[in-house]
């Protein structure tokens, strides 16, 4: 089954994607002045222009947290404390399309591309915060759900306390080894990104990454000209976060990092559901898509 094959044009932004890959990092501490209503108006349409992979029924909008009055949206318990953010880019889904995670992550993720190329900070929030009241605030609709939010401004000059030692915690700074992200044909032979050339380049875009809690669920193997991706499910957490599957977000999110990498280096693809069959896939891993490239 083929979903959505018409990409983007091969430069969406107006930076090498590797390089905004490379300059993305979760902002929690912001100036707190906010942002040019432009700025904001553009990265709502930027988001809303997107062909998604699956063809899912988004929709966008900005909180100004200002004007909802929202003073203590993050509980005192949340792993994700922001300093001084002020607006907040928000995707509702359909409950109804099956694929809504991993497309609101594809194009979240875009959007937050987009504004490191316009050197604004931002910071994904799927854990804890006030689902109800951004919801009521975008006018959500009967049979649509609040997957994530996304912060947005400009950093503050010092990056708070808290700020670091959520960094630390979250061990936001590290991620896992090419080898145990990425395989060649059979879930034993790991790919080796240096002899994987031109996708090396591709898969670390993927590898660098943000994801729910710094979890990197993605798993690629690589089968002939198909990069089949699997979702390496951490039942608990999910089960911790029921409002939202913030792991197929984070699918999402790399299939965002694959496709445009990809497309600015001139290889092509497209999207299709076609679950191989892996001898000893793990019982947790869950099939997403694969990227066929012949
Ligand atoms: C779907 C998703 C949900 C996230 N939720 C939160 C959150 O609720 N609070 C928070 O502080 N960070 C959140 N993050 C940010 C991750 O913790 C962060 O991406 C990860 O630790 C890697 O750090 P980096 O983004 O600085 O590279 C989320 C990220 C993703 C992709």
Redesign the pocket.
């Known amino acids: 089954m083929c979903y959505n094959s018409r990409m983007e044009p091969e430069s969406l932004f107006a930076r090498p994607v590797a390089e905004l890959v490379g300059r993305?990092?979760?902002c929690?501490s912001f100036d707190g002045r906010g942002l040019e209503a432009e700025t904001l108006a553009g990265l709502e349409r930027f988001a809303a222009g997107l062909a998604l992979p699956f063809g899912s029924h988004l929709r966008f909008g900005i909180i100004d947290n200002l004007r909802v009055r929202a003073q203590n949206l993050f509980s005192a318990g949340?792993?994700?404390?922001?300093k001084g953010a002020r607006f907040y880019l928000v995707a509702l889904v359909r409950r109804e399309d099956p694929r809504r995670w991993e497309d609101a992550?594809f194009a979240l993720?875009a959007a937050v591309l987009q504004a490191t190329c316009l050197d604004v900070a931002s910071?994904?929030?799927?854990?804890?915060?006030d689902r109800k009241r951004f919801g009521w605030a975008l006018g959500i609709r009967p049979g649509e759900q609040l997957?994530?939010v996304v912060a947005l401004g400009r950093p503050a000059l010092r990056p708070s306390l808290r700020d670091r030692l959520?960094?630390w915690s979250?061990?936001?700074?590290r991620r896992r080894d090419a080898g145990t992200l990425f395989f060649a044909g059979d879930w034993r032979l790991p790919l080796r990104l240096e002899a994987s050339a031109p996708w090396g380049r591709v898969l670390e875009c993927v590898r660098?990454?943000?994801?729910?809690?710094?979890k990197q669920p993605w798993r690629l193997i690589r089968l002939g000209g198909a990069f089949h991706f699997y979702l390496d499910r951490d039942r608990t957490y999910s089960a911790m976060m029921p409002l939202a599957d913030?792991q197929r977000?984070?699918m999402g999110?790399a299939m965002c990092h694959f496709q445009y990498s990809a497309a600015e280096m001139g290889l092509q693809g497209e999207w299709a559901v076609v679950e191989p069959s892996i001898p000893q896939t793990p019982s947790h891993f869950e099939y997403i898509a694969s990227f066929m490239t012949e």
């Open positions: 993305r990092y979760s929690r949340s792993y994700g404390m922001i992550g993720e910071c994904w929030i799927g854990g804890v915060f997957p994530a959520v960094r979250a061990r936001g700074d660098l990454g943000p994801s729910a809690s710094n913030l977000i984070d999110i």
